[in-house]
C-alpha cells in the first residue's frame, strides 16, 4: 500500500533562509504526489502536484519540489523564506495513478520562520 | 465558484451522543471525501462518496457513516461519541474529471466531546 513520511515534525529556519521540507513514499506504482498547505484555522490548500513529465514541480507562493524516482522523494524547496510561510505542510501520494484514487497524507510538517 | 463549504464550523458534544456534520462541494465536483485530523494522528482518511456511492473506505470504526445526496452534498455522522473523537473534521470535493483529482479542501468543523 502507498504511504508517506515526512521527516521532521516541526522545521524552523530564518526569514530568507532556504526552505526545505522533506518527503518520502511508498508506492508500488507510479504515482500522483501533492504538497499541501494549512494556515491555522483553516483547510488545506493545494501548492503543487506531480503526475508524469517533468521531475521539477513548479507551484504557488515560490514553492518547488523534485520528484525523484531512484531516491522515492518528493522533497519541498523555497529559496527564500518569508513570514507568511508558516504553516503546516503536508506531503501526500495518490494510491494509483487515477483521480478516482484514495489520497494518503503525510503526518506533517509544521514551518515556523524566525525573523 | 464558491469553495467547500463545511457546516457547524464549530461544535460541542457530549459522550455518548450523535453528531451530523455537512459539506457542500465545489460545483461540478461529484465527490467528496472527508478526513479527520487530529494532532497525534494527523490526516486520517474516513470515506469517499461518488454519485451517491461509498467508493473508498478508511480503517474507522462503523459509528462512523456518511452519505450523499444527488446534489452532491455530504453528510457524515459519528455516533455514540467519544472522548478521542475530538478532531477537525476536513471535507474536499475532486473533480475526478481531471487528470490527479486533487482534492479543493474546506475549513473543517471542529468537534470537541466532553
Known amino acids: 500500500a502507498q504511504s508517506v513520511t515526512q521527516l521532521g515534525s516541526h522545521v524552523s529556519v530564518s526569514e530568507g533562509a532556504l526552505v526545505l521540507l522533506r518527503c518520502n513514499y511508498s508506492?508500488?506504482?507510479?504515482?500522483?504526489l501533492f504538497w499541501y498547505v494549512q494556515y491555522p484555522n483553516q483547510g488545506l490548500q493545494l501548492l503543487l502536484k506531480?503526475?508524469?513529465?517533468?521531475?521539477l514541480v513548479k507551484g504557488i507562493n515560490g514553492f518547488e519540489a523534485e520528484f525523484k524516482k531512484s531516491e522515492t522523494s518528493f522533497h519541498l524547496t523555497k529559496p527564500s523564506a518569508h513570514m507568511s510561510d508558516a504553516a503546516e505542510y503536508f506531503c501526500a501520494v495518490s494510491e494509483a495513478p487515477s483521480s478516482a484514487s484514495k489520497i494518503i497524507f503525510g503526518s506533517g510538517t509544521r514551518l515556523s520562520i524566525r525573523p | 465558484k464558491a469553495g467547500v463549504t463545511q457546516t457547524p464550523r464549530y461544535l460541542i458534544k457530549t459522550r455518548g451522543q450523535q453528531v451530523t456534520l455537512s459539506c457542500s462541494p465545489i460545483?461540478?465536483?461529484?465527490?467528496v471525501s472527508w478526513y479527520q485530523q487530529t494532532p497525534g494522528q494527523g490526516l486520517q482518511f474516513l470515506f469517499e462518496?461518488?454519485?451517491?456511492?461509498?467508493?473508498n473506505k478508511g480503517n474507522f470504526p462503523g459509528r462512523f457513516s456518511g452519505r450523499q445526496f444527488s446534489n452532491s452534498r455530504s453528510e457524515m455522522n459519528v455516533s455514540t461519541l467519544e472522548l478521542g473523537d475530538s478532531a477537525l473534521y476536513l471535507c474536499a470535493s475532486r473533480d475526478t474529471g481531471t487528470v490527479t483529482g486533487e482534492l479543493f479542501f474546506g475549513e473543517g468543523s471542529r468537534l470537541t466531546v466532553l
Open positions: 508506492s508500488s506504482v507510479p504515482p500522483y
Open positions: 460545483s461540478g465536483h461529484r465527490s
Open positions: 506531480y503526475t508524469t513529465g517533468a521531475t
Open positions: 462518496y461518488f454519485s451517491e456511492t461509498q467508493r
